[in-house]
């Protein structure tokens, strides 16, 4: 967990804490609770929660850099829209907190680093994509799935390296092996996000709240 170790200043710490509890605030403003108020999607958020949790705890560490690892944000704003997913970070930075016994002045920065960035990127893209390119299930599963996933990893791989060689107060200096591990870490990100992408807009497409996949007719495909 990039920041959970990670000696930081007063004021980072201090600061950390009021931009969470800003943008958790801002995230529960309109209850977005409503959303799932069905008994199935309350449990699909909350075993996404724990399975986020989990890998989360599968780090990639450096001796000079960062931790890195997979995220699982885009699924979860894929889902259930950023609010939701806001908070869904939060639960899963505070447990990870817990189960890795964390120092917590560097929970804050862990989750707007990991957790609020990720959710910002791809909240973004995602509309950008609903907005200006051809709605078709094509479109949303490698858009969605597949960029929109990459892209929020490799925005948060880039501001936890910066954070942290700022930190060290050294020069500009990318610690062996980070490309390459932050390189398949965003494939694999793309990867994981897709694919789950692709099985829940097939076997369970009501899961999706943000788009309705059904408009294509798999509400009719492979049933279990």
């Not at 609903?130 to 599963?141: T, Y």
Request: glycine residues 8%; neutral net charge.
């Amino acid at each position: 967990m990039g920041f959970f170790y990670t000696p930081l200043p007063l004021w980072l710490a201090v600061g950390g804490w009021i931009v969470t509890a800003a943008v958790l605030a801002l995230a529960l403003w309109k209850n977005p609770f409503r959303r799932i108020q069905d008994g199935t999607l309350q449990h699909v958020w909350f075993g996404i929660v724990v399975a986020v949790t989990v890998l989360w705890a599968c780090n990639t560490w450096f001796e000079e850099g960062p931790a890195i690892h997979l995220l699982g944000a885009t699924l979860i704003v894929t889902l259930f829209d950023w609010q939701l997913a806001l908070v869904a970070m939060a639960a899963t930075t505070g447990l990870a907190a817990v189960v890795l016994d964390a120092s917590w002045p560097g929970v804050p920065v862990t989750f707007v680093l990991f957790g609020a960035l990720p959710v910002a990127v791809s909240a973004v893209l995602q509309k950008a994509i609903h907005a200006w390119i051809p709605r078709s299930l094509f479109v949303f599963i490698l858009g969605q799935g597949f960029l929109t996933s990459a892209c929020s990893v490799a925005v948060a791989c880039c501001a936890g390296l910066l954070l942290q060689i700022a930190l060290a107060g050294t020069e500009l200096v990318i610690p062996t092996g980070f490309t390459l591990a932050a390189s398949l870490l965003v494939a694999g990100e793309a990867v994981f996000t897709g694919v789950f992408t692709i099985l829940i807009s097939v076997y369970r497409p009501a899961w999706i709240t943000t788009f309705d996949v059904r408009r294509y007719r798999l509400d009719r495909g492979p049933r279990v």
